[in-house]
């Protein structure tokens, strides 16, 4: 990246000074799409809170706590405004799972990435042959995995388990990055991101939501594969931006900002700006491919490429106001 530091930090300051960090990532962040929320976000967080119970998870230590500061229905909501409730459930189910399993992986491989083994191992069975679970977190995984083949065709149900399954390795190279004395770089960061944004898993259950499957033409076009890299780049790194706090203070590594801090030895903020411009053009291409292949699109097609949309417009007005990332708003932004 070309851009000096010091023009980096003059466009911080165009338009409205930013008192927070918070209010410089809402400043400088390219958003195009609206805010849209789902009717029935009520009823899918009172669903997550029966499924946890349910899998007997609720009373895990800190497993409420960290609900409540996540609000995965909320996100659900938000990614996914126009999908009818028996979707949105298994999505915000999904999303509360994967958010315990992050953090416990996080935790657990922080330690040693040997000691993730088991836990790791014990997803992939459940995953590709089915296995039986042995904890209540797999006994999650296999239930969820259990609403994802009633409600999905076996095509959707396959990618699902294929994505879940490398949203599981990464988690594992996410625990050998953080376990390294040489801190990895921007290539090698955002390509971990990448498998542990754990966000493709949930574009197999949008193409449920839609009338039937996705032509093969439509669903492999190189045009739509993009899009897909595309949304769930930006779906994740969005939320980085606001988590950039929390995590510098815990010792993280896989985040944006954090990357582009390493990589360029710059003020936090300077990466946040840094990181902003990244997601802008990265929002900006996917505006660009859509236009030009939204005429070639079936309706099936064009309702799979809004549940992209979502998934960038949904992390960020959830990451923006979520008691988890609530360190970013209180953060002053520099002057």
Known sequence: MSTTHEEIALDAQDGIPASSLKDLIDTHLYMPFPFLSNRHASEAAAGVDAWLRSCGLTEEVGVAAMIAFT???????????????????????????????????????????????????????????????????????????????????????????????????????????????????????????????????????????????????????????????LSADAAVWIPDLFSAVKEQRTGGLINLALAHQRTHRCSLQTALLLAIRQINGTIREFERLYEEIKPELSPAGIGYVEGMVGWMRGCYHWARTVPRYVDTALTPALT
């Open 71 to 229: 609000r995965p229905a909320e996100l659900a909501s938000y990614n996914s405004p126009t999908v009818e409730l028996d979707v949105l459930q298994i999505m915000a189910n999904q999303i509360a799972y994967q958010f315990i399993f992050d953090d416990r992986a996080e935790e657990i491989g922080r330690r040693s990435p040997d000691r993730l083994l088991p836990m790791l191992c014990e997803s992939i069975g459940i995953l590709r042959d089915g296995a039986a679970p042995c904890t209540p977190l797999g006994a999650a995984l296999a239930d969820l995995h259990r609403q994802v083949r009633e409600r999905c065709t076996p095509a959707q149900a396959a990618r699902w388990e294929w994505k879940s399954r490398e949203y599981v390795h990464g988690l594992l190279y996410e625990s050998v990055a953080q376990a390294q004395p040489n801190r990895p770089g921007m290539g090698l960061s955002t390509s971990i991101r990448a498998l542990t944004a754990g966000v493709e898993p949930f574009y197999p259950l949008t193409e449920a939501a839609q009338a039937g499957e996705l032509a093969s033409h439509e669903l492999h076009h190189p045009t739509v594969r993009r899009l897909s890299r």
